[in-house]
């Protein structure tokens, strides 16, 4: 079974979005609002900004910045 989300197919037998790295980072940012952003994208797996950035556009539909920015209003 296939999924579509924001345009990337994922196999469901494979791979569950709940596991997915940028859900993880989500996850930090919710959890721990004072950590940065770059300490997350190393946590959550990451070792390239440009490709933290590009895999977080494309799960949540923003920047890891302006995603969390929603959270500290």
């Not at 997915?20 to 952003?37: G, K």
């Not at 070792?47 to 539909?61: C, D, E, L, P, V």
Request: net charge neutral; hydrophobic share 35%; glycine share 4%.
């Amino acid at each position: 079974m296939l999924c579509l989300l924001r345009g990337q197919r994922f196999s469901s037998d494979h791979f569950s979005i709940e596991d997915h790295p940028v859900v993880e980072a989500q996850r930090m940012m919710r959890d721990d609002p004072e950590r940065s952003i770059t300490d997350i994208m190393y946590a959550s797996g990451f070792q390239n900004k440009s490709t933290f950035n590009s895999a977080f556009r494309t799960i949540a539909g923003a920047s890891p910045s302006a995603w969390r920015k929603q959270f500290d209003q």
